[in-house]
């Protein structure tokens, strides 16, 4: 990350009280204009606030900002790493036991094998599996 001048620094203020925020940018409320937003603070940086503007915001939004450009990561590697941390047997059986497996329609132990592997990904376990790993 380049260092950031203080000329590239703007003035923000947030305010916020339960479900209600005041947000400003040098001194102008914005918050009507945002969906939300992220304060990020790594030490020996400047914070840095990002701003997620509401679909219903103002088409035309003018002001200083520090634009940082990226990609989105390429899932792969990721997806690789997981599949590949999986025991066999261990996943066989938990689809076999899945209640949503005997649909009888068409690649039914397919569809429920990805079902299975989308709740692992995101940290879904059944019940029975946390019972057989504590029990």
């Known amino acids: ?22 947000l400003e940018i040098d001194g102008h409320d914005i918050a009507d204009h ?3 937003y992220q304060l990020q603070h790594t030490a020996g940086q400047p914070p840095e606030v990002l701003l997620l503007l509401r679909p219903t915001a103002d088409p035309v939004w003018e002001g200083t900002a520090r634009v940082v450009v990226g990609a ?5 590697p990721a997806a690789a ?16 036991d899945r209640h949503d497996l005997q649909d009888g329609g068409p690649h039914e132990f397919v569809r429920a094998l990805l079902l299975q592997l989308t709740e692992w990904a995101l940290g879904k376990r059944q019940r029975a599996e946390l019972e057989k790993v504590e029990g």
């Open 72 to 76: 989105d990561p390429d899932p792969g």
């Open 1 to 22: 990350m380049t260092p950031t001048t203080p000329s590239e620094l703007r003035h923000v203020r947030i305010q916020a009280a339960g479900p209600v925020v005041r």
């Open 81 to 96: 790493a997981f599949l590949a941390a999986l025991d066999p047997a261990e996943t066989e059986r938990a689809v076999l």
């Open 34 to 36: 945002v969906a939300s």
